[in-house]
């Protein structure tokens, strides 16, 4: 079998607004989001994002945290990922068409897998 290479990264990008209490285990997943974390595929990704301890750590009333949506083979495509209570948020400020408005807002469900894949195909030139 070969080797798969990782197609999605996410790290954390900055704080957009108060930091909220964490747990210790919200600041042992932001050290790990502190650096370049990858994903074998969309699918993946999505599931971590609906996983309890991302929820727990980024997912509050108001966004107070940007993170940063990644091609593993080329990190000059990116996206901006907005958590919030209710829904995600990416906002592509390359502005590469992919989104309409170049946003997308919503939970990490299949309309999510759609239209990340959509803009994978998009950044990468496979569209």
Known sequence: MADRQ????LVKKGEI???PDLTPEDLALEQTLSMLCSFLSIE???SFLKSKVF???AQREEAWLVMEVGLYHDHT???QLYPEEAHLTLADNAMTGAFADH???GQPDQSFITALS???AVVSGSQ
């Not at 990782?6 to 990264?9: R, S, Y």
């Open 17 to 19: 607004a108060p930091r």
């Open 55 to 57: 929820s727990s750590y």
């Open 118 to 120: 959509h803009w994978v």
């Open 103 to 105: 946003v997308w807002k």
């Open 77 to 79: 495509k990116t996206l």
């Open 44 to 46: 993946d990704f999505a």
């Open 6 to 9: 990782p197609l999605i990264t």
